[in-house]
T-cell receptor
């Protein structure tokens, strides 16, 4: 079965500290992985997709097929990074996304 | 472009009432979806559409109907509201990135629905 697991409901760090938001997935084929972010009172928006191997707002994520993980990382957290982060997977029908339960990141001053 | 718009922003219903959540997009996207967002459960797909006249069920379709008569609009109908349908509902549209299988999804602002 296709599944996305985000084990942490809340991650609290101090400004300037490194951040790692965990995401593990279960999928039998070649998945496409995404990170979406939802800032307070805003709509969900795409942050990263593994296929483009880009860095957005200092965040990076590497797909590790051996560990079936797609963790989101940032070396130095900023207060404006505080938001809800969702890891998502799409399989053969890529327009259908399967979301994890989300991790709330709180960056303290 | 307005992107993806949803109305209403908030709604309170009594058990058994019916209503339609509206969703529209002006980006000429083929694909549209409805999700519900519940605490601790992330977003779950209710129904989706791959084009005008074509819809299919997602993960949690029971109690909801959809139709897609135009590319722009994708309304979600609650037939007989139940307290279990209290949630935040998001509509999304998507297109395929050039030369890839990746479909970037654009989300609406959401509708917060309470069923008493």
């Amino acid at each position: 079965a296709q599944r996305v697991t985000q084990p942490e409901k809340l991650l609290s760090v101090f400004k300037g500290a490194p951040v790692e938001l965990k995401c593990n997935y279960s999928y039998s084929g070649s998945p496409e992985l995404f990170w979406y972010v939802q800032y307070s009172r805003q709509r969900l928006q795409l942050l990263l997709r593994h296929i483009s191997r880009e860095s957005i707002k200092g965040f990076t994520a590497d797909l590790n097929k051996g560990e079936t993980s797609f963790h989101l990382k940032k070396p130095f957290a900023q207060e404006e990074d505080s938001a809800m982060y969702y890891c998502a997977l799409s399989g053969g029908s890529s327009y259908k996304l399967i979301f994890g339960s989300g991790t709330r990141l709180l960056v303290r001053p | 472009n307005a992107g993806v718009t949803q109305t209403p922003k908030f709604q309170v219903l009594k058990t058994g009432q019916s209503m339609t959540l509206q969703c529209a997009q002006d980006m000429n996207h083929e694909y549209m979806s409805w999700y519900r967002q519940d605490p601790g459960m992330g977003l779950r797909l209710i129904h989706y559409s791959v084009g005008a006249g074509i819809t299919d069920q997602g993960e949690v379709p029971n109690g909801y109907n959809v139709s897609r008569s135009t590319t722009e609009d994708f309304p979600l109908r609650l037939l007989s509201a139940a307290p279990s349908q209290t949630s935040v509902y998001f509509c999304a549209s998507s297109y395929q990135g050039a030369g890839t299988r990746v479909y970037e999804q654009y989300f609406g602002p959401g509708t917060r629905l309470t069923v008493t």
